[in-house]
């Protein structure tokens, strides 16, 4: 009876697949040196971001797409896609009054709260659409604070020393072809510093909408976090519906200095696709941070329940002595969605701790895959790594897949894994159908069950917005 | 109450192969009543349980099940128990992650929808709980634990007649829900069933043992041997099942 359950609660409508009609200053689609300059030049670039994009450009001509995950999608053609397209204002907004109202329309039906009334939310947003942020809410009270969040583009204009400072210092555009394209042609995302001593007074956001057809989105955030200080940061995402895939390959850099802590919260609610698997965003990420003080603290937490196929592994250098990494993730496919998601934690300091908890759900004809890697250098005296994957099968036509890379190199280190699969049983159903539960609801209930610890690390507001999608995400997956 | 006429079930194994496992039940259960079923394993007692709860996988061939009237057989588990039906399992199931407490405020309150009535609020709600709680002598903490996860069998067991007198049944069907119990957990769970017991509610225990039975004291005991109901008496039928067995009634006792 599972199965038939199951197949009912996977095909919900996807909500935010609507189309804004809006007049947008948009690229020739393909890339080349000249696309390069011509972003740089449309953000009034200094000269150190030309000649690094530059450089980025020159180093993923040599670089071919990576093959090792477990994902199967058609090539994609780099020179069909558009690499800028911003919606048309004259200058740079200084207000929400001068954002187009369409823009500001867009997000309402999203649900993002822009409007500083908003405020009862105590949330501060940046939002992307398409290749640029359009508005950033709350700037003077966190001013007062002394922390900066802004757009990377107004960051570059602003606080070019820090950009320079730390602009690919985590993530090298020598790290992968999506982080060297994505180093070459990004062109906004979101700026993070928070000064010494300073906890953030509230959570920050950043909201990414790809509207635009054949466009691919390329951000980058950067978050440093000085000596001690706190900050807790969240980033939503949704794309129209639309029959051909797009490229989303977002760059994200972490640097949390002494006693420092960052706690990084992802709902990765891009297009997924039909039930058939036609279109959806490919989604193609490199997210990580790097411990760079003593007694520093980095956690991921991320919800990934969207995009048709998904690559990403948000992973810690535990480079401080005693840092602490954390990655809590759900990531769930259902139709023909495939995920290749896990985490690398790379300890370097000693006494450094991490933990992975990493849950998958898996309908439909998806293919979840957890792929984690836990490094341990010579250096490392009494690392510790304690990993848990689970993974959750609704159906007999879907697959979950462990791959975990273990690398130990000092033998004080301590690691464990456990791993473990298993189906929503048939006696699980049936007693909460006999209690009179209704096979949607039942269902709903055990998976949300299932993802409870990881929904625990999600900020308040989040946690509710992330059990509401799981369900939505699910509904129609049981028959 | 309920009644059961003719009843055949059977399921299919891996290989495909039909096993007919109840041939032809004819069972009536009249308001206020206890009935306990007894038989030896293998005989089709838990079998008939789960069908009348709804569960799939059993071929039903033939005969009605019908529940105050109204033919059931059809009918959604979901609906069964909307209808005041409710199964205690033998083996209850753990759901990790779900609040023992939330889980039984949603059960009670798809109920009370159904019967048009407001759910109760999280106050009244807790006031309930905590009252019924203590008649079956379960810790309040379990209360604030995932469903059945980590308790004990005794702890499950009491767990399942929680839930009855909260949910308030009118044909509550008892499978083996003594077993695994210590004496003190027995007259526990036993005090509970009592509760549960009134002129308009109707009780069917499956058991294999008469002591249960000392505790709650049952209007009819029946022997379900080889799927077929094959003698129905007084209370008394079931001491002489204790004291002499199966073998009397011309059963072979090895029967698994």
């Excluded at chain 2, 009370?112 to 009535?117: A, E, N, P």
């Excluded at chain 2, 379990?142 to 308790?151: D, K, Q, T, Y």
Aim: hydrophobic share 40%; charged share 25%; aromatic share 8%.
């Amino acid at each position: 009876m599972t199965n038939q359950y199951v197949k009912e609660l996977v095909n919900k409508n996807y909500e935010h697949g609507f189309v804004t009609t809006i007049d947008s200053d948009t690229f020739e689609p393909g890339l080349s040196e000249a696309v390069v300059r011509a972003i740089s030049k449309r953000k009034n670039e200094p000269d150190f971001m030309l000649q690094w994009r530059l450089k980025a450009y020159q180093h993923w001509l040599t670089l071919s797409p990576p093959e090792w995950a477990h994902l199967t999608y058609p090539a994609i053609d780099y020179q069909k896609m558009i690499y800028y397209s911003a919606p048309k204002v004259k200058k740079g907004p200084n207000s929400l009054d001068e954002v187009d109202p369409k823009l500001l329309e867009t997000y309402k039906k999203l649900g993002i709260p822009l409007h500083e009334q908003g405020r009862l939310a105590g949330v501060a947003v940046d939002a992307v659409f398409d290749s640029v942020s359009v508005a950033t809410t709350f700037k003077a009270k966190l001013g007062e604070a002394g922390v900066i969040f802004s757009s990377f583009s107004e960051a570059v204009q602003t606080h070019p020393e820090l950009v320079e400072k730390y602009l690919g210092t985590v993530v090298s555009f020598r790290d992968n072809f999506f982080a060297a394209l994505n180093a070459a042609v990004f062109s906004d995302g979101s700026f993070v510093y928070i000064p010494r001593a300073v906890r953030c007074p509230m959570e920050l956001s950043t909201y990414f909408r790809i509207n635009a057809a054949n466009t691919g989105q390329f951000e980058r955030t950067l978050i440093i976090a000085d000596d001690q200080s706190y900050v807790s940061y969240l980033e939503g995402c949704t794309a129209p519906m639309r029959d051909e895939n797009q490229l989303h390959a977002a760059v994200v850099e972490l640097i949390a200095m002494d006693n420092a802590e960052i706690k990084y919260s992802t709902v990765q609610n891009w297009y997924p696709g039909d039930a058939e698997g036609r279109g959806g965003i490919f989604n193609f990420v490199t997210k990580r941070g790097q411990c760079r003080g003593k007694k520093s603290k980095i956690s991921w937490t991320q919800i990934e329940t969207g995009s048709a196929i998904t690559w990403k592994y948000p992973s810690v250098i535990l480079k401080g002595d005693e840092s602490v990494g954390e990655f809590y993730s759900v990531a769930l496919t259902n139709n023909h969605q495939q995920a290749d998601t896990g985490t690398k934690m790379i300890h370097i300091g000693k006494n450094t701790r991490s933990t992975i908890l990493s849950k998958g759900i898996s309908a439909g004809f998806g293919q979840n895959t957890y792929r984690g890697l836990v490094r341990v250098l010579p250096q490392a005296d009494n690392a510790r790594n304690h990993t848990q994957c689970e993974s959750l099968l609704l159906g007999p036509t879907c697959g979950a897949h462990t791959v975990p890379y273990i690398e130990v190199k000092n033998c004080t280190a301590q690691i464990e894994h456990e791993a473990t699969t298993s189906k929503i049983g048939d006696d699980q159903l049936f007693y909460c159908l006999s209690r009179g539960f209704s096979k949607e609801n039942a269902i709903a209930m055990i998976v949300n069950g299932f993802c409870k610890r990881i929904f625990n690390e999600l900020p308040m507001e989040f946690a509710v917005e992330a059990q509401k999608l799981l369900e939505v995400s699910l509904e129609g997956s049981v028959g | 109450m309920l009644v059961i006429k003719n009843l055949h079930v059977s399921v299919r194994d891996k290989k495909q192969d039909v096993k007919t496992i109840l041939q032809g039940i004819n069972l009536t259960i009249k308001a206020g009543e206890v009935h306990a079923i007894m038989g030896p394993n293998g005989s089709g007692k838990s079998t008939l349980a789960n069908v009348l709860a709804g569960r799939e996988g059993y071929d039903i061939t033939q005969g009605e099940i019908l529940l105050n009237g109204e033919n059931i057989i059809e009918m959604l588990p979901e609906m069964r128990a909307a209808k005041g039906l409710f199964l205690a399992f033998q083996y209850p199931v753990e759901i990790p992650g779900v609040n023992n407490m939330y889980f039984l405020k949603a059960a009670l309150n798809s109920l009370r929808k159904h019967h048009d009535l407001p759910p109760l609020d999280a106050m009244d709600f807790l006031k309930l709980a905590k009252k019924k709680i203590k008649e079956v002598g379960m810790d309040e903490q379990l209360l604030s634990r995932a469903v059945n996860e980590g308790f004990s069998g005794g702890e499950k067991k009491r767990n399942e007649i929680f839930q009855m007198l909260m949910l308030e049944p009118t044909l509550a069907i008892l499978d083996e829900i003594d077993s695994g119990l210590d004496i003190d957990a027995l007259q526990k769970v036993a005090a509970g069933i009592n509760l549960l017991r009134r002129p308009d509610r109707s009780i069917v225990m499956v058991t294999h043992y008469q002591r249960l039975l000392n505790e709650v004291v049952p209007d009819v005991v029946h022997v379900m041997v080889n799927g077929k109901i094959i003698k129905s008496g007084g209370k008394e039928l079931a001491f002489e099942l204790e004291e002499k067995g199966y073998g009397w009634l011309g059963v072979d006792e090895n029967i698994t």
